[in-house]
Structures are given as structure tokens and as C-alpha cells.
Nanobody
Framework: QVQLVESGGGLVQAGGSLKLSCAPS????????MAWHRQAPGKQRELVAD???????IYVDSVKGRFTISRDNVKNTVYLQMNSLKPEDTAVYYC??????????WGQGTQVTVSS
């Protein structure tokens, strides 16, 4: 089964930047919306941003103006550029891709830690 593989997480100081990437491990023929979610310790997983196949985007209020989601439709890859990072952005970040009738594929998660 195809899996999504995230990369780009790590430790950064407050105010710094990171760029997350997420690509499939194999071929996916139909990819609709792609998204990034995150889960902080003791909290529920939340949607950070998503992007449709046509490029329309949605962001959670807490990251608007700081994060940018983008995608490469040829590679079925989704990115999350994160600027002006804050300690409250610390979480495990998961990518997800809607593949039509098969539902959603999820990545294994990548840790982002922002130190104050």
C-alpha cells in the first residue's frame, strides 16, 4: 500500500523557519485535497492547512500569515513553509491526501519543536 512520507521537521528557535515536505512512496493516480494536520502533547489533532487540486487553500487562524501550503501536482507532493515559528507550534505534523474512493492516506508524522 502506498504511504506518505514526511520530511523537514526538527528543532528551531522561536522566530525561525522550517519547510515540511510530504511525498507518496509509490504511484497515486487520483489525488484531491492535500492537507497538513498537527497534534501537540495532550491535545487533539487539528487541521493546520489544506489545498485543493486547483490550488485553493484554507488555514487555521493561528497560522495565517505565517504558514504557506503548496503542492506539486506532477509529483503529488505537498509542502508546508512555516515562518515566524512560535513555541505553541510545537507538535507532530502529519500530512494527508484524499485519494477519492480509497479515502485518505496519512503520513507517519514528523516532529516540529520550537524553543523559546
Amino acid at each position: 500500500q502506498v504511504q506518505l512520507v514526511e520530511s523537514g521537521g526538527g528543532l528551531v528557535q522561536a522566530g525561525g523557519s522550517l519547510k515540511l515536505s510530504c511525498a507518496p512512496s509509490g504511484s497515486i493516480f487520483t489525488v484531491n485535497t492535500m492537507a497538513w494536520h498537527r497534534q501537540a502533547p495532550g491535545k487533539q489533532r487539528e487541521l493546520v492547512a489544506d489545498i485543493s487540486s486547483s490550488g485553493s487553500t484554507i488555514y487555521v487562524d493561528s497560522v495565517k500569515g505565517r504558514f504557506t501550503i503548496s503542492r506539486d501536482n506532477v509529483k503529488n507532493t505537498v509542502y508546508l513553509q512555516m515562518n515566524s515559528l512560535k513555541p505553541e507550534d510545537t507538535a507532530v505534523y502529519y500530512c494527508a491526501a484524499n485519494v477519492g474512493p480509497l479515502g485518505w492516506y496519512w503520513g507517519q508524522g514528523t516532529q516540529v519543536t520550537v524553543s523559546s
